[in-house]
């Protein structure tokens, strides 16, 4: 037995699920390379914080129709088609930001935006959820985890940088190409693979499945409701730390790159050893340390004056959400059929994680105007904590047949 096949015996990592996270980084590269500036770009264009938020909203919105849908859609047909849609298209409609100042227009180009990019997520999450072993769901879902996580920090370290020598345009042809790389990788390499639902053996998918029977959506509501609290954070600082840090902290617009890269690195170093922790010790206890976690770093946000308290709770909310996310997910794989997963996992991204990101987004603007900087991520805090008491009352460890 060659070397590789010893360690894809041991770990379980096959090369396919290799080339599937591969095309995952690049989707997430390309749509981080934009994120940390967008917000700045669209100031630029005198468009102002609440207008702002909802835009991105509107994004996020896309998303949560989505990601449930090329959910639902690759647990029938494969993950393929959803792949080509969440690179080469996506890629194309960044570059419609080039063209365009009109505010109707540029609506429309979030929403668009936000639909074809979820395309990836759900359907891979699906296919990592069938494939892990039982006993190591959170340990498998933190490798997605930290590809998001290290596809976030590669991509937000250079836009600034980007922004500041070649101006704005340049971010968004950057992120058309980093797609068409991608889109390359799904069109010849994964010519011939089977990537979803398909390698479920037709014993579990049969229609008299007693797990088929006993599942549906509404099952999912204690958890979605948990992770739309945590994640309704998540907006507000993806939205307004940019802003946060530029304007009430002084930091220099290079510099919030790099915050965001700081924060996805300490999230890349931390979620499989938090994932490990979550299979030892109890998904459900992980996520609940993992918001307490986050409420503490979004409430130090609000109090923050210099790039270096930014930096420390940044690290802090890597933290947090490093503990939650691969807790989280394996918690939701396990209480879901192996030929439901992606369908699962579509619905718990677009609908779960994206509202709560679309909440954060418009509200948070509205509390930015009417109360303050500070009361945007003190409102984080706040959720998160609501989340806890939700998570503690509401979730239970429930395994599918």
């Known amino acids: 037995m060659s070397i590789i096949k010893r360690l894809q015996t041991r770990t379980g990592i096959t ?3 290799t080339a599937i996270l591969a095309v995952m980084g690049l989707t997430t590269l390309a749509m981080s ?19 702002l938020g909802t835009m991105l909203s509107v994004s996020m919105f896309g998303m949560a129709i989505g990601e449930a ?10 993950i393929r088609l959803a792949m080509i849609t969440g690179t080469l298209f996506t890629g194309l409609a960044v570059l419609m930001f080039v063209f365009t100042q009109n505010v109707p ?56 940088f980007l922004v500041d020598s070649l101006g704005y345009h340049s971010v968004f042809y950057t992120s058309l190409g980093v797609s068409v790389i991608g889109g390359i990788i799904v069109l010849t390499g994964l010519r011939t693979s089977r990537l979803s639902s398909e390698t479920v053996s037709q014993e579990e998918v049969s229609e008299d499945s007693p797990s088929k029977e006993k599942f549906n959506l509404f099952s999912l509501t204690p958890m979605c409701l948990v992770t739309a609290l945590r994640f309704f954070g998540l907006g507000c600082m993806m939205t307004f730390l940019p802003l946060f840090a530029t304007e009430e902290a002084g930091v220099d617009i290079t510099l919030v790159g790099v915050l965001f890269t700081i924060g996805g690195l300490a999230n890349v170093a931390l979620t499989v ?3 490990i922790l979550a299979d030892r010790l109890g998904k459900k206890n992980i996520m609940i340390a993992g918001m307490i976690v986050s409420a503490g770093a979004m409430a130090g946000i609000a109090y923050s004056g ?15 959400m490093a503990l939650f996310s691969p807790a989280a997910l394996g918690l939701l794989s396990d209480s879901v059929p192996r030929n439901r997963q992606s369908t699962a996992m579509g619905f718990y991204g677009g609908v779960c994680e994206n509202v709560g990101i679309l909440a954060g987004s418009a509200l948070g603007g509205v509390f930015w105007d009417t109360l303050g900087p500070q009361s945007t991520f003190f409102t984080g805090a706040i959720t998160c904590g609501l989340g806890v008491v939700l998570c503690i009352t509401l979730v239970r460890n429930v395994r599918a047949v």
């Open 105 to 160: 227009i540029i609506f429309c180009i979030f929403f668009i935006w936000g639909f074809l990019r979820s395309a990836v997520f759900g359907p891979i999450r699906g296919y990592i959820g069938t494939a892990a072993p039982p006993h190591k769901k959170a340990t498998f879902m933190a490798l997605s985890t930290v590809m998001l996580s290290a596809s976030s920090s590669l991509g937000a370290l250079p836009s600034g």
């Open 33 to 51: 390379l934009p994120n940390p500036v967008l917000p700045l770009y669209l100031t630029s264009i005198d468009i102002g914080p609440a207008l």
């Open 15 to 17: 090369g396919e699920m």
């Open 306 to 320: 210099n790039f270096t308290w930014l930096v420390v709770y940044m690290i802090l909310n890597s933290l947090g």
């Open 69 to 78: 849908g090329w959910g639902w859609l690759a647990d029938r047909t494969g």
């Open 273 to 275: 050893p938090t994932g």
